[in-house]
Structure formats: C-alpha cells, structure tokens
T-cell receptor, first 111, second 113 residues
Framework: EDQVTQSPEALRLQEGESSSLNCSYTVSGLRGLFWYRQDPGKGPEFLFTLYSAGEEKEKERLKATLTKKESFLHITAPKPEDSATYLCAALDQTGANNLFFGTGTRLTVIP | KAGVTQTPRYLIKTRGQQVTLSCSPISGHRSVSWYQQTPGQGLQFLFEYFSETQRNKGNFPGRFSGRQFSNSRSEMNVSTLELGDSALYLC????????????FGSGTQLSVL
C-alpha cells in the first residue's frame, strides 16, 4: 500500500537556525514527489516537484532533495515568514492522478 | 489570473443532512480534484474530474459524489452526513497532464453537529 510519512510532526527553530524536514515514501513506481506549503486557513501552495533520485531543487531558503526512499526539505537560515505546515506528497505509477499526502511538518520560526 | 475559488467558505450542518460544495478552477484548467483534510488523516484524495468525466476515485463511501460542468466548474455532494465528515474540503485544479502540480483553493470548512 502506498504510504507517505513525514517527520518531525512539529519543529521550532530560532531565526537563522537551519534544519531539515524528512519525508519517507513507500510508493510503487514513483512518478513524482511534491512539496507543498500550507498556511493556516489556506490551501496548500506548490513548492517543488522531484522526479528521480539524486535530483535537487532550490527556491530562496528552501532546497528539496530526493533519494529512492526519502525526500528532504532543507531550510537554510529560516525567517519567521517561513512558519507554515510543509506537506510532502507522492504520485504513483497507477495512472491515477491522485497524490498520497503525508500529514505534514508544522514549522515555527521564532524571531 | 484568478485562483481556484471555493464556496462557501464555512458550513454547519447536522447529521443526516446533505451538502453541496462548489469549486471554480483556474481559467483554462480542465482537471478538478477534491481532497478531504482532517487533523488526524491529513489530505485524502476523493476524486478527480476531467472534461466532465470522473477519471479517478479514492476510497470513500458512495455518499461522496461529484460532478463537473462543461465550463470545468465542479461540485461535490455529501449525502446523509455523519459526524466524521467534519473536515476541510479542498479543491485543486490543473490542466490535467500527468505529474503536474496542483493549484488548491482555500477550502470549505464543514462542521457536522
């Protein structure tokens, strides 16, 4: 059964304190690994898509990486505005265009 | 370009009632997907519509149904509401190609009393 697990559930960082969020996936024939950001009261907002092991993508203070079993979202020198819930989602090879989401990591960056 | 619009923003219903939620996708997008989000389960896929046809379906009971109109707008219906149906219902649109990123609306918060 396809499954996506994220850790930690919650993370508190001081402003400027870098860290990483983990996403472990068990998906038959991964077609894409997605990262989304969700702010309170809003829908998820797309950040990255990774397609194959070894791939990396960057956007401002965020960098996403992918291995055959995990993806990491590295946050470098975070700012308070980076506080949000970060969601990881996997798309499998069934041809069905639905995403398997993890339950997210709630990040709080303290000034 | 306007984003994905969901109405209403909040709904309060009682057990046994039915509810209809509406979603207007981004102009030009032909695929609309619906997700249920709860604190314990996270986001779970309900179904996807493409060009007025249900293309994919998640593991939800038949009480959950949807449809898509010729202008790509979509509605989701839940009949015989149960307390466990309380959740944030999110709609997402895309052009419909595989591996494509989804654009989400802000959701409809449904509370069943």
């Amino acid at each position: 059964e396809d499954q996506v697990t994220q850790s930690p559930e919650a993370l508190r960082l001081q402003e400027g304190e870098s860290s990483s969020l983990n996403c472990s996936y068990t998906v038959s024939g991964l077609r894409g690994l997605f990262w989304y950001r969700q702010d309170p009261g809003k829908g998820p907002e797309f950040l990255f898509t990774l397609y194959s092991a070894g791939e990396e993508k960057e956007k401002e203070r965020l960098k996403a990486t992918l291995t055959k079993k995990e993806s990491f979202l590295h946050i470098t020198a975070p700012k308070p505005e980076d506080s949000a819930t970060y969601l990881c989602a996997a798309l499998d090879q069934t041809g069905a265009n639905n995403l398997f989401f993890g339950t997210g990591t709630r990040l709080t960056v303290i000034p | 370009k306007a984003g994905v619009t969901q109405t209403p923003r909040y709904l309060i219903k009682t057990r046994g009632q039915q509810v209809t939620l509406s979603c207007s996708p981004i102009s030009g997008h032909r695929s609309v997907s619906w997700y249920q989000q709860t604190p314990g389960q996270g986001l779970q896929f309900l179904f996807e519509y493409f060009s007025e046809t249900q293309r994919n379906k998640g593991n939800f009971p038949g009480r959950f149904s949807g449809r898509q109109f010729s202008n790509s707008r979509s509605e989701m219906n839940v009949s015989t509401l149960e307390l466990g149906d309380s959740a944030l219902y999110l709609c997402a649109s895309s052009s419909g190609s595989a591996n494509e990123k989804l654009f989400f609306g802000s959701g409809t918060q449904l509370s069943v009393l």
